[in-house]
């Protein structure tokens, strides 16, 4: 074709100069010329080439690369093999610079719709254990082929969950609760779990499977002589022998503390200790400990109710960051060094105290965050108060009212000074907030949590610069952390 171009074009301009110019002997060199420019001009506006971008033949192949494709009775490898013969492989559901099943989901939708916004033929390769199914059009599938490698069922037992005691401090009791299920034909009912750091085990017990395959098993004993800091520890499933050894343990992060951190000395005991030790628990990273004086110098342990030596709640108050005091607990709160006090003097003790005192949210204050929007009006009221009165560098933190009428009296003052945070409280009957339930009950927790914040002053003793924002992290999912640290520093 573009011999013939040039060709025709090398004639016309020899046609030209005889038919029109008239020809001699020197009229070659000029005709050769013409011939030459009008022949690349034909073949520039012929393109007699025609170039075209043809989309390449071969598929593009979708290859789940999820955990399940690689478990226990997976075709991971087989699904590879055919994946590379039948196209140019991607993977999807993979963690980023990882070739092999790492990622922890299967998510087919996007992946497929991207694929198919080419012109090459799309084929996926996937054991069926898709996780938004749900979200895959007719249309988009009818597009693409999808080959199914379904997981062959073998036994296997999991730990599905594992919550424990996360922050102890030496003679504290460490309690894990782990949850098991068993998969496939074939089951072991009786196993066992234990917990160990490196060869030191720290619990073990037994797990006995029910009918439907699970299991459930509570791990409780006294905190082992270990140091100071972050342990992590390996709650792992004994005696499965099953075909996905993987899933057969989880691992758990425990921080020992050398400090108490909140101890609650009550004397003597009331529905506001018991609700506000609770919340406490609830609301706080730090290690809490409660105290209860039942008798004159007669002390017990909240939860057990074990008896325990003066010495022992006076070490503890000591110690503390946060001391919380309800009543009169004496002399066991004389010798404390806590840089954050909550006061709960007995308001009901005094005479014409009585009655139905409503509460409203003081005008500025430091624990106004945690009750933003909540209509403490409407809560149950007070059944006591005793009369506050707020030095110049005090905030107020709630008032309150005898039936919503008549003087508004201060009921929660906050005080900082010298590096030492106190909260004194001029009102009994809060713990009804609690007991009642709804908003009224978060609006309790919002309180034990914005003042128990303000009194550690935004540090956490028992915590260095990076810290664990999930004490249990499943295979496939990263660790991540917080970083408490100031200046210009950064991890590493």
């Given at each position: 074709?573009?011999?013939?171009?040039?060709?025709?074009?090398?004639?016309a301009?020899?046609?030209?100069?005889?038919?029109?110019?008239?020809?001699?002997?020197?009229?070659?060199?000029?005709?050769?010329?013409?011939?030459?420019?009008?022949?690349?001009?034909?073949?520039?506006?012929?393109?007699?080439?025609?170039?075209?971008?043809?989309?390449?033949?071969?598929?593009?192949?979708?290859?789940?690369?999820?955990?399940?494709?690689?478990?226990?009775g997976?075709?991971?490898?087989?699904?590879?093999?055919?994946?590379?013969?039948?196209?140019?492989?991607?993977?999807?559901?993979?963690?980023?610079?990882?070739?092999?099943?790492?990622?922890?989901?299967?998510?087919?939708?996007?992946?497929?719709?991207?694929?198919?916004?080419?012109?090459?033929?799309?084929?996926?390769?996937?054991?069926?254990?898709?996780?938004?199914?749900?979200?895959?059009?007719?249309?988009?599938?009818?597009?693409?082929?999808?080959?199914?490698?379904?997981?062959?069922?073998?036994?296997?037992?999991?730990?599905?969950?594992?919550?424990?005691?996360?922050?102890?401090?030496?003679?504290?009791?460490?309690?894990?609760?782990?949850?098991?299920?068993?998969f496939?034909?074939?089951?072991?009912?009786?196993?066992?779990?234990?917990?160990?750091?490196?060869?030191?085990?720290?619990?073990?017990?037994?797990?006995?499977?029910?009918?439907?395959?699970?299991?459930?098993?509570?791990?409780?004993?006294?905190?082992?002589?270990?140091?100071?800091?972050?342990?992590?520890?390996?709650?792992?499933?004994?005696?499965?022998?099953?075909?996905?050894?993987?899933?057969?343990?989880?691992?758990?992060?425990?921080?020992?503390?050398?400090?108490?951190?909140?101890?609650?000395?009550?004397?003597?005991?009331?529905?506001?200790?018991?609700?506000?030790?609770?919340?406490?628990?609830d609301?706080a990273?730090l290690?809490?400990?409660g105290?209860?004086?039942?008798?004159?110098?007669?002390?017990?342990?909240?939860?057990?109710?074990?008896?325990?030596?003066?010495?022992?709640?006076?070490?503890?108050?000591?110690?503390?960051?946060?001391?919380?005091?309800?009543?009169?607990?004496?002399?066991?709160?004389?010798?404390?060094?806590?840089?954050?006090?909550?006061?709960?003097?007995?308001?009901?003790?005094?005479?014409?105290?009585?009655?139905?005192?409503?509460?409203?949210?003081?005008?500025?204050?430091?624990?106004?965050?945690?009750l933003a929007?909540?209509?403490?009006?409407?809560?149950?009221?007070?059944?006591?108060?005793?009369?506050?009165?707020?030095?110049?560098?005090?905030?107020?933190?709630?008032?309150?009212?005898?039936?919503?009428?008549?003087?508004?009296?201060?009921?929660?003052?906050?005080?900082?000074s010298?590096?030492?945070?106190?909260?004194?409280?001029?009102?009994?009957?809060?713990?009804?907030?609690?007991?009642?339930?709804?908003?009224?009950?978060?609006?309790?927790?919002?309180?034990?949590?914005?003042?128990?914040?303000?009194?550690?002053?935004?540090?956490?003793?028992?915590?260095?610069?990076?810290?664990?924002?999930?004490?249990?992290?499943?295979?496939?999912?990263?660790?991540?952390?917080?970083?408490?640290?100031?200046?210009?520093?950064?991890?590493?």
């Amino acid at each position: 074709m573009p011999f013939l171009i040039v060709l025709g074009a090398a004639a016309a301009a020899v046609l030209s100069y005889r038919l029109l110019e008239g020809w001699s002997a020197r009229s070659w060199m000029p005709a050769l010329c013409r011939g030459v420019g009008w022949g690349a001009l034909a073949l520039l506006l012929v393109n007699a080439s025609c170039p075209v971008a043809r989309p390449s033949l071969r598929p593009t192949v979708l290859l789940d690369a999820s955990l399940s494709m690689q478990a226990a009775g997976g075709h991971w490898a087989e699904a590879l093999v055919q994946a590379r013969a039948a196209g140019d492989v991607r993977l999807i559901s993979a963690l980023p610079g990882d070739s092999t099943a790492s990622g922890g989901n299967s998510r087919l939708a996007a992946a497929v719709a991207g694929a198919q916004s080419g012109e090459r033929p799309v084929i996926v390769f996937t054991d069926g254990e898709v996780e938004d199914a749900d979200a895959l059009p007719a249309d988009l599938l009818s597009g693409a082929t999808i080959k199914v490698l379904p997981r062959s069922s073998v036994s296997d037992v999991a730990v599905v969950r594992v919550t424990g005691s996360t922050r102890l401090t030496p003679g504290d009791s460490l309690r894990i609760e782990v949850e098991a299920k068993a998969f496939g034909p074939s089951r072991t009912w009786s196993l066992g779990v234990a917990v160990k750091e490196g060869d030191k085990t720290w619990l073990h017990g037994p797990l006995v499977l029910d009918a439907g395959g699970r299991g459930r098993a509570v791990l409780s004993g006294p905190l082992p002589a270990v140091p100071s800091g972050a342990h992590v520890l390996n709650v792992a499933i004994t005696g499965a022998n099953d075909a996905e050894p993987r899933d057969d343990a989880r691992e758990l992060v425990v921080t020992v503390v050398p400090t108490p951190g909140i101890v609650l000395l009550a004397s003597p005991p009331t529905w506001e200790s018991r609700f506000l030790l609770e919340n406490l628990r609830d609301v706080a990273a730090l290690p809490v400990r409660g105290y209860l004086e039942t008798e004159p110098g007669h002390w017990r342990r909240a939860g057990d109710l074990k008896s325990v030596p003066v010495t022992e709640v006076n070490d503890a108050a000591r110690r503390a960051d946060v001391l919380v005091l309800l009543g009169d607990p004496g002399s066991a709160s004389r010798t404390s060094r806590a840089r954050g006090r909550w006061i709960w003097p007995s308001a009901g003790s005094r005479p014409g105290s009585g009655g139905d005192w409503y509460v409203s949210i003081g005008a500025s204050s430091p624990i106004g965050g945690g009750l933003a929007g909540v209509a403490v009006d409407s809560f149950p009221p007070g059944t006591a108060i005793t009369e506050l009165v707020a030095a110049p560098s005090d905030w107020t933190g709630l008032t309150a009212q005898a039936g919503r009428r008549g003087t508004v009296r201060p009921v929660m003052l906050g005080r900082d000074s010298a590096g030492g945070r106190r909260i004194v409280m001029g009102i009994d009957g809060l713990w009804r907030w609690a007991f009642r339930g709804g908003s009224s009950e978060q609006g309790y927790r919002g309180l034990v949590a914005s003042s128990l914040a303000w009194l550690l002053g935004g540090a956490d003793s028992a915590a260095g610069k990076a810290r664990l924002l999930r004490d249990v992290v499943q295979r496939g999912r990263p660790v991540m952390f917080q970083w408490n640290g100031a200046g210009p520093t950064e991890p590493t």
